[in-house]
């Protein structure tokens, strides 16, 4: 049997992970590393077996995978961006951040998986067993947008692949030919609050999409129940996420969501 090792933060990222991996012909044994105050402790229930870790284990998350036979992971759900400062780092982490110049989530996720790689344990990519939930190109929930609706979302979608490539963010928010919200380090429901308070619910428009060569280990780009949502409260009444790339979490959630809302979502 083929065992996989999750490393496993909150939201609904790990209970799709797991809903794929059963979804396989080959039975496939989880083992789960969660993190104390981000994963929800239901997950144990879906697994075969599983431990619990602060942020900044890294010596104790290598030991449990090893011990479990692991040689593959996979990096699964959010870690709380405040935590990803304010954690207690243990002396291996602190020697594999001490050598980096810059500090992003590329970087940091790199670095991890350099030194898995170190004990022969392979992170694989975070869309393993997930292709079912990668919209192709074309109309993917809610409403059908209009020629305008579309023509901002490509202008939109040009400028978070710009803030990408830089490191800012990966999402806008945009009213027909301004950009009203950039993402940075607060987090896309930050930045749809901020960019539909602007747009006073007007043509405005979230575009979300992955950074140029996108590392497709870690850092993907998703969306979800809670992303319709909270689009909708700000206004925001069109989502443009990047064909193939992006994760639709949640799936029969948001249809009915976006349907509800009137929310479009397009993959471009």
């Not at 809903?19 to 496939?28: F, K, Y």
């Not at 001490?98 to 940091?108: F, M, S, V």
């Not at 029969?252 to 397009?266: P, Q, R, S, T, Y």
Request: proline share 4%; charged share 25%; glycine share 10%.
């Amino acid at each position: 049997m083929r065992t996989i090792g999750m490393l496993a933060g909150k939201g609904l990222y790990p209970t799709a992970f797991v809903d794929g991996a059963r979804r396989q012909e080959e039975p496939v044994r989880l083992v789960t590393m969660a993190f104390t105050g981000e994963t929800d402790p239901a997950l144990a229930d879906s697994v075969d077996t599983l431990d619990w870790c602060r942020v900044g284990q890294l010596g104790k998350i290598i030991k449990f995978f090893k011990k479990e036979g692991v040689s593959e992971i996979v990096m699964v759900g959010q870690i709380t961006p405040k935590n990803l400062f304010e954690f207690r780092p243990d002396l291996r982490i602190t020697m594999a951040m001490a050598k980096l110049k810059q500090r992003n989530a590329e970087t940091l996720f790199g670095a991890l998986a350099d030194e898995f790689a170190k004990d022969g344990i392979t992170v694989l990519p975070a869309t393993t067993f997930l292709d079912h939930l990668l919209p192709p190109e074309g109309p993917v929930l809610g409403r059908a947008l209009s020629e305008e609706e579309l023509e901002a979302a490509r202008y939109g979608f040009g400028i978070a692949k710009e803030t990408s490539r830089l490191d800012i963010g990966q999402s806008v928010v945009v009213r027909e030919g301004t950009v009203l919200a950039v993402e940075a380090f607060e987090g896309t429901n930050e930045c749809v609050r901020r960019g539909g308070a602007l747009g006073k619910g007007k043509k405005v428009i979230l575009a979300k999409v992955s950074k140029p060569n996108q590392d497709m280990r870690f850092d993907v780009p998703v969306i979800g129940p809670d992303t319709i949502r909270n689009c909708a409260e700000a206004g925001v009444g069109a989502i443009a996420i990047e064909a193939k790339k992006t994760l639709v979490l949640g799936w029969e959630e948001a249809v009915e969501l976006a349907k509800k809302l009137k929310v479009g979502v397009v993959a471009l």
